[in-house]
């Protein structure tokens, strides 16, 4: 027999229109079928996600003193530069 293939479509899941079964996006509705392609962009959300983490830490030390080492899982050192900030503000009298 000769022009038979292992059946080479399959079902866009987006669209339900058949596609081929290489095929990373869909020619009906440009979706990204293939689920390694997807993958990169789950990746680099979660980096996007480390570095807000980052960010609210430092914001956190900008505005509370400490907080920011705290916020990391340094609870010690960020009482000691809280404790440190507190003295001093006392000290000094916020002339400064
Ligand atoms: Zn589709």
């Known amino acids: 027999m000769i ?3 292992p059946s080479p ?17 869909c020619r009906y509705c440009h979706e990204v079928v293939d ?6 962009h789950a990746s680099a959300e979660a980096t996007t996600r480390t570095r807000r983490h980052r960010g609210i830490a430092a914001i956190l030390s900008l505005v509370i003193p400490g907080a920011g080492q705290m916020y990391r899982g340094k609870i010690g050192w960020g009482l000691v ?16």
Do not use: D, H, N, Q
């Open 3 to 5: 022009g038979v293939s």
């Open 9 to 25: 479509l399959k079902k866009c899941p987006y669209c339900a229109e058949m596609i081929l079964a290489e095929a990373k996006g």
């Open 35 to 40: 689920p390694s392609w997807r993958e990169p």
């Open 81 to 96: 530069w809280l404790v440190f900030t507190v003295v001093a503000y006392t000290v000094f009298g916020g002339r400064w």
